[in-house]
T-cell receptor, first 117, second 110 residues
Framework: DTAVSQTPKYLVTQMGNDKSIKCEQNLGHDTMYWYKQDSKKFLKIMFSYNNKELIINETVPNRFSPKSPDKAHLNLHINSLELGDSAVYFC????????????????FGPGTRLTVL | GENVEQHPSTLSVQEGDSAVIKCTYSDSASNYFPWYKQELGKRPQLIIDIRSNVGEKKDQRIAVTLNKTAKHFSLHITETQPEDSAVYFCAASKGKKLSFGAGTTVTVRA
């Protein structure tokens, strides 16, 4: 049974289009994240939600909008796609968002490879 | 914010030898240091982590050391095997988010 799942796995689209990536976790975690991994493999945090509340919002173009309908889901909508948006996007979840208590381990989804043509 | 530097960027070792990856961090308040392994085309997965109240942790062939004074931590893999070939990421956190290093591509030669 899949812990963190993402759809779609691959996404090929034209510049200027709007697309969404969906993420679901069945681990009962409170916190979910979106990461972008570029062609050089660098992993960069984009957003994080804790119990449906936005807690991390890095310097990301406002064309990217996360949405958490409940604490098991965190979706990512991207407007007006650009060539530079091509990357692998990973969703992740953790039991808590840090501190000395709780389990910080982040469980990653399988990734969505986005290609903008 | 936190800045994590990771070295080397690539590492090639003979099967059976040891591999060492080093990371430094900038924020002395960081207190959680995980290491993730990412195989080609797969998701990153946690392999070991250490908290700031511990200096060393070991799990079979993998060990991590932490020097809080110098603000650096290292991953040691002993008796390397072909399945250890992957990209390894260190990270540091003081609460809300993980800041990742740039990754080390480890290749184990048979």
């Amino acid at each position: 049974d899949t812990a963190v799942s993402q759809t779609p796995k691959y996404l090929v689209t034209q510049m200027g289009n709007d697309k969404s990536i969906k993420c679901e976790q069945n681990l009962g975690h409170d916190t979910m994240y979106w990461y972008k991994q570029d062609s050089k493999k660098f992993l960069k945090i984009m957003f994080s939600y804790n119990n449906k509340e936005l807690i991390i919002n890095e310097t990301v173009p406002n064309r990217f909008s996360p949405k958490s309908p409940d604490k098991a889901h965190l979706n990512l909508h991207i407007n007006s796609l650009e060539l530079g948006d091509s990357a692998v996007y990973f969703c992740a979840s953790s039991q808590s968002f840090g501190g000395d208590r709780g389990n910080n381990e982040q469980f990653f989804g399988p990734g969505t490879r986005l290609t903008v043509l | 914010g936190e800045n994590v530097e990771q070295h080397p960027s690539t590492l090639s070792v003979q099967e059976g030898d040891s591999a060492v990856i080093k990371c430094t961090y900038s924020d002395s308040a960081s207190n959680y240091f995980p290491w993730y392994k990412q195989e080609l085309g797969k998701r990153p997965q946690l392999i070991i982590d250490i908290r700031s109240n511990v200096g060393e942790k070991k799990d079979q062939r993998i060990a991590v050391t932490l020097n809080k004074t110098a603000k650096h931590f290292s991953l040691h893999i002993t008796e390397t095997q072909p399945e250890d070939s992957a990209v390894y990421f260190c990270a540091a956190s003081k609460g809300k988010k993980l800041s990742f290093g740039a990754g080390t591509t480890v290749t184990v030669r048979a």
